[in-house]
């Protein structure tokens, strides 16, 4: 299947919603094609939760907003089961996980425990409750978006739980035009209320396993393996990527070659994503935090310093 019109389409759709935001809503379908979940990351009302929200219309997949906050429970996301007096038995009530896609809203305003009940969800598609396990709808994706974490009342997500997120994206403020054609555009209604879908669950599955078959040559994943082996070894960061981030590199990277018409991968596809791919799964060491050293920059300087496949390397 060629699913290159369709991701196209779906860009389409959603940059009606959202204005002057080409390069994070194309980070978004990449992330969607690729099957992976996404951690939309910015200050309060430049668009985190209305790009959620546009994805999920515009695919035409169901969808369940869980909103999250300090007192929210494991059970409150999963499921409970409750007692039917009438027939003596058990019944599972699913949480609202149990969708095609899930916007997690402000997910680091809740606790780490509650965090945590994404965990399972989130890398084996099913959820575990009292010790039964059920699986997910097919496609799944998790949307999650929070503020900055110096933000008051906001709990930083675990290590396990950021490396479960194939692309952080920040959306930013707008340029001033692009702030005015906002205001033009919802002065009597809001753009959201008229996105339809332009696609289905069944359609973007069948994208997303077209995407695995998109190549990637030995030369362009001995890149991405060498350029994530160096942030294990850069002496600012205290924690380097997992073996989950070269998978997340590779997978976004078909993704992105398919957004452009291609069925094969090249190392630009590799350069254009390694700092969203990657950067939120480094732990900067704190005398690199203390000279306000970033994750991104350490990622910067590796893509210059690893030689490109098929380059010259000077004598």
């Known amino acids: 299947m060629n699913g290159t ?33 996404l951690l939309i ?15 999920a219309r515009a695919t035409g997949c169901t969808f369940k907003r869980i909103q999250f906050t300090p007192d929210l429970l494991p059970s409150d996301v999963t499921g409970v089961s409750i007692y039917n007096q009438r027939s ?9 996980i149990v969708a095609h896609v899930v916007l997690a809203d402000e997910i680091n305003r809740a606790t780490p425990k509650t965090q945590s009940a994404l965990l399972e969800a989130m890398e084996e598609q099913q959820v575990t409750v009292e010790g039964i396990t059920r699986p997910l709808p097919s496609p799944f994706i998790v949307l999650a978006t929070q503020n900055p974490i110096e933000y008051e009342g906001t709990f930083p997500l675990p290590e396990a739980q950021l490396d479960r997120f194939l692309l952080r994206i920040h959306l930013g403020y707008p340029e001033p035009s692009q702030e005015a054609a906002v205001l033009q555009k919802q002065i009597l209604r809001h753009p959201i209320e008229d996105l339809g879908a332009v696609t289905s669950a069944n359609e973007l599955q069948q994208v997303q396993q077209a995407v695995r078959g998109v190549h990637v040559e030995p030369g362009v994943q001995r890149y991405i393996v060498h350029v994530v082996g160096l942030t294990r070894d850069h002496p600012d960061v205290y924690l380097g990527a997992s073996p989950r981030g070269s998978l997340a590199v590779m997978r976004a990277s078909q993704a992105r ?18 700092a969203a791919a990657l950067a939120h799964r480094l732990i900067m060491s704190p005398e690199a935090r203390m000279r306000n050293a970033t994750a991104r920059g350490v990622i910067e300087q590796v893509l210059r310093e690893v030689p490109v496949p098929g380059a010259r390397v000077p004598a």
């Not at 398919?258 to 190392?267: S, T």
């Open 5 to 37: 019109p369709l991701l196209r389409n779906l860009q389409a759709a959603i940059e009606q919603v959202l204005i002057g935001k080409t390069a994070e809503v194309e980070l978004a379908i990449i992330g969607l094609a690729a099957s992976g979940h």
């Open 41 to 55: 990351e910015d200050v309060p009302g430049v668009g985190k939760t209305m790009l959620a929200k546009s994805l």
């Open 88 to 96: 003596g038995e058990f019944e599972f009530r699913a949480g609202p």
């Open 257 to 274: 070659a398919m957004l452009q018409g291609r069925d094969y991968v090249i190392p630009d596809d590799v350069k254009a994503l390694a």
